[in-house]
């Protein structure tokens, strides 16, 4: 099984200050891992996704993340937020090779930028 | 464009009457799902297909029912049986690969009065 663990339910920054939102992975076999946003009361659209290859991923709206095997963890970062980044983070977790395709959602992290 | 619609956008019912939340793809995916949202729980999978004509039960199933009678639809019912109805529902679709990127539609707010 795999489980997925947002270390944070809210962080609150000013804007331009850089962010990091942690997520840490639990999982017997290779992962693909992904980080979603969602904007008030909308569904969800992705930023980024590790497959495989280069550990540092970058994404839409200037989002990067780490995928740190050793660490199992897949934390995602922006070095200058904006007031617009306010909104609702998920990472989420599913198979490689012999795991759920499906995936596992974390519970959330929500982003409060102020001005 | 290609996309998720879902429909009604706020749904609003008294207790004990069933409600149908369309889905509807046209993305030619061959994976649906059907997520429960509610404040600080994240999302909470309910149905998923893989293939028309077949579902599965996901965490939180009981109190809902879903059919894939076409590719571009998956239907969820919410019945008299499910307890606390009153949530934000999100479909997803997915094409059958293992990379699994989900693609999310605006969702269905129900609140059972």
């Known amino acids: 099984a795999q489980s997925v663990t947002q270390l944070d339910s809210q962080v609150p920054v000013f804007e331009e200050a850089p962010v990091e939102l942690r997520c840490n992975y639990s999982?017997?076999?290779?992962?693909?891992l992904f980080w979603y946003v969602q904007y008030p009361n909308q569904g969800l659209q992705l930023l980024l996704k590790y497959l495989s290859g280069s550990t540092l991923v970058k994404g839409i709206n200037g989002f990067e993340a780490e995928f740190n095997k050793s660490q199992t963890s897949f934390h995602l970062r922006k070095p200058s937020v904006h007031i617009s980044d306010t909104a609702e983070y998920f990472c989420?977790?599913?198979?490689?090779?012999?795991?759920?395709?499906?995936?596992?959602f974390g519970r959330g992290t929500s982003l409060i930028v102020h001005p | 464009d290609g996309g998720i619609t879902q429909s009604p956008k706020y749904l609003f019912r008294k207790e004990g009457q069933n409600v149908t939340l369309s889905c509807e793809q046209n993305?030619?995916?061959?994976?649906m799902y059907w997520y429960r949202q509610d404040p600080g729980q994240g999302l909470r999978l309910i149905y998923y297909?893989?293939?028309?004509?077949?579902?599965q039960k996901g965490d939180i199933a009981e109190g809902y029912s879903v059919s894939r009678e076409k590719k571009e639809s998956f239907p969820l019912t919410v019945t008299s049986a499910q307890k606390n109805p009153t949530a934000f529902y999100l479909c997803?679709?997915?094409?059958?690969?293992?990379?699994?990127?989900?693609?999310f539609g605006p969702g269905t707010r129900l609140t059972v009065l």
């Open positions: 297909s893989q293939i028309v004509n077949d579902f």
């Open positions: 989420a977790v599913s198979r490689g090779r012999g795991g759920s395709y499906i995936p596992t």
């Open positions: 999982s017997s076999v290779s992962v693909y």
């Open positions: 993305l030619n995916h061959d994976a």
């Open positions: 997803a679709s997915s094409k059958e690969t293992s990379n699994n990127e989900q693609f």
